[in-house]
């Protein structure tokens, strides 16, 4: 069975304090890994999208990184603003345009 | 700037009534994929439609959810009759340069009582 599992949960950092978030899969045949973004009370937002292992992509404070199991989001020396719930997605082949969310992980950087 | 647009953005209704919500996906795309995410189980696909046609709907319950997209321009979500487990925040999304990058609504907060 797909799954996609996303740790941790929960991650509270200082500012400045440059740490990693974890999104592991188990799909047959990937097609693609998407982070997103999201804030209370609002929809996800498009970060990245990451097709092949040994691929990087980078915005801002933010380097996605892939594997052929998992996925990390690199954030460096986050600030207040980057605290949100990150989600990642997978999308395989044979399934059309489906995406198979993770359960999020909910960031915390406080001042 | 193209974005999605979702209405009503809050819902509170009493078990048993009709609830009809709203999407107006990007300008010129064709694909809308409707979810409802809660704090138990994420984010769920519902549906999603391609062309206004329906091309994946397993993730909703048949007897009592209808999506339709009887325009390019707008896209519905119909539960009849809503129960207290419906509560939960329906998104809509549609593809932007790709058909996968999708691009989400703001989301209607949906409490039934």
């Known amino acids: 069975e797909d799954q996609v599992t996303q740790s941790p949960e929960a991650l509270r950092l200082q500012e400045g304090e440059s740490s990693s978030l974890n999104c592991s899969y188990t799909?047959?045949?990937?097609?693609?890994l998407f982070w997103y973004r999201q804030d209370p009370g609002k929809g996800p937002e498009f970060l990245f999208t990451?097709?092949?292992a040994g691929e990087e992509k980078e915005k801002e404070r933010l380097k996605a990184t892939l594997t052929k199991k998992e996925s990390f989001l690199h954030i460096t020396a986050p600030k207040p603003e980057d605290s949100a719930t990150y989600l990642c997605?997978?999308?395989?082949?044979?399934?059309?345009?489906?995406?198979?969310f993770g359960g999020g992980t909910r960031l915390m950087v406080k001042p | 700037d193209a974005r999605v647009t979702q209405t009503p953005r809050d819902k509170v209704t009493e078990m048993g009534q009709e609830v009809t919500m709203r999407c107006q996906p990007i300008l010129g795309h064709n694909t809308v994929f409707w979810y409802r995410q809660t704090m138990m189980q994420g984010l769920e696909l519902l549906a999603y439609f391609r062309n206004r046609a329906p091309l994946d709907d397993s993730g909703m319950p048949k007897d009592r959810f209808s999506a339709e997209m009887p325009d390019a321009t707008l896209a519905t979500l119909k539960i009849q009759p809503s129960e207290p487990r419906d509560s939960a925040v329906y998104f809509c999304?549609?593809?932007?340069?790709?058909?996968?990058?999708?691009?989400f609504g703001p989301g209607t907060r949906l409490t039934v009582t």
């Open positions: 799909v047959s045949g990937l097609r693609g």
């Open positions: 999304a549609s593809p932007r340069e790709c058909p996968y990058e999708q691009y």
């Open positions: 997605a997978v999308r395989k082949y044979n399934a059309g345009n489906m995406l198979t």
């Open positions: 990451l097709y092949s």
